[in-house]
C-alpha cells in the first residue's frame, strides 16, 4: 500500500512531533515501541524483516542543510 504525499506528509509530521515528545532520552524506546505496535497489525513476519532491511540500507546521508530540531526543556 502507498500512501498519497500528503497523507504521507501528515503521517511523517505527526510521527516527528511524538519523537520530540518523548524527547532524546526516550526517542530510541519510542520507535521501537512504535515499530513493534506496527509489526503487529503488519502481521506478516517476512514483510517486517524485508521493512527492516530496507531501512538499514537506504538510510539516507544527512544534508548538510538539515537544522539540528531545537528541544524545549519545559
Sequence with gaps: MTYEASTQDQLYARVSNAIAQAG????????????????????DEQACADAIDAALHELPTPSLSAQPVLRSSL
Excluded: Y
Design 24 to 43: 532524546d532520552e526516550k526517542e530510541s524506546l519510542f520507535l521501537a515501541r512504535l515499530v513493534l505496535l506496527l509489526f503487529e497489525r503488519v502481521n
